[in-house]
């Protein structure tokens, strides 16, 4: 329905309540069509660039996005050699974590917590822990059998093994 023809539905009504009708169905036809044309503002590309790490005895070279949404929402559980996954988080609300999130999850920091939350009340196993600094996720990772975290990149020591990065909000090879 075009605009013109929300004006004449409206103009040859003759009773109230067809005239709002008439009005409730121009305005909803106006706004499924803005609804589906596209944005004019492509989203902003972060310039958080990720790697993430595990320790050198965790039996992978390299992780896809899916393989590390099945990590962080803690689908998978354990190593292929039986080795228990240990994830480590940066905290809510910080840079890294929003575009690990967002890239790996595809979740917003208000749908992450959410995630957690709902999980809690059903008393399921909780959100990796939430390590304050990438710093000290670096030096945690080489440390925990199993573990796995992620940190930018300048952050990577010789300690760990690069299994993805995270650039221009896609999980690319290491």
């Known amino acids: 329905m075009t605009t013109s023809g929300c004006r004449k539905v409206r103009s040859g009504a003759s009773t109230a309540g067809v005239r ?8 909803l036809a106006a706004g499924l069509v803005l609804a589906v044309l596209p944005s004019s503002r492509a989203p902003a590309e972060s310039s958080v660039r990720l790697a993430v ?6 039996p992978v070279t390299a992780l896809g996005a899916a ?31 929003i575009e690990f999130d967002r890239v790996v999850l595809d979740m917003s920091p208000e749908r ?44 990577v020591e010789g300690k760990v093994r690069v299994v993805a990065r995270i650039r221009g909000g896609k999980v690319v090879a290491p």
Do not use: H
């Not at 790490?53 to 965790?58: E, G, H, Q, R």
């Not at 228990?84 to 809510?92: D, E, F, H, I």
């Not at 059903?122 to 992620?150: C, F, H, W």
């Open 20 to 27: 709002l009708l008439a009005r409730w169905s121009c305005a």
């Open 112 to 155: 992450s917590a959410q995630f957690w939350i709902d999980r809690q009340i059903r008393g399921e196993e909780p959100a990796p822990k939430a390590i304050s600094q990438a710093d000290i996720v670096a030096r945690l990772v080489p440390t925990l059998g199993g573990g796995i975290g992620y940190v930018p990149e300048d952050k």
């Open 53 to 58: 790490i595990v320790n050198p005895a965790v």
């Open 67 to 97: 393989e590390l949404a099945s990590i962080y929402t803690r689908a998978t559980r354990a190593w292929k050699d039986g080795t228990m996954v240990r994830a480590l988080n940066l905290p809510p609300g910080s840079a890294e974590r």
